[in-house]
């Protein structure tokens, strides 16, 4: 069973940058077939995608966030990682990382959701 799992800080003070990790088990990222994505649950708000990398190490992001964004991987530990720079309040979010099917496009592991929330 492919188990993810989000860590890294809670709280985020504005203009710095966010640094999440995801660690994967029972599978590996290098894996093909497969991207591994970030998304985000802003307050009151749906899902909002923030990127994803390859099998291959590709990374794809949204237009939005492009400028801003990073995702890397440490295929040694089975991990992928977020860097959000320059955050402001409204970056607080419950952060996901997920598993998607390149075959359906679905996200069919997910992890549990870590909350971030930007504030000095």
């Known amino acids: 069973q492919v188990l993810l799992r989000e860590s890294g800080p809670g709280l985020v003070k504005p203009s710095q940058t966010l640094s999440l990790t995801c660690t994967v088990s029972g599978g590996s990222i290098t894996t093909n077939g497969y991207y591994w994505s970030w998304i985000r649950q802003p307050p009151g708000k749906g899902l909002e995608c923030l990127g994803y990398i390859g099998s291959s190490g590709t990374t794809v992001y949204p237009p939005a966030l492009k400028s801003r964004t990073s995702i890397s991987r440490d295929t040694s530990k089975n991990q992928f990682t977020l860097q959000l720079g320059a955050v402001t309040p409204k970056d607080t979010a419950l952060y996901y990382c997920?598993?998607?099917?390149?075959?359906?496009?679905?996200?069919?592991?997910w992890g549990q959701g870590t909350q971030v929330t930007v504030s000095s």
């Open positions: 997920a598993r998607v099917s390149s075959a359906s496009w679905a996200r069919d592991h």
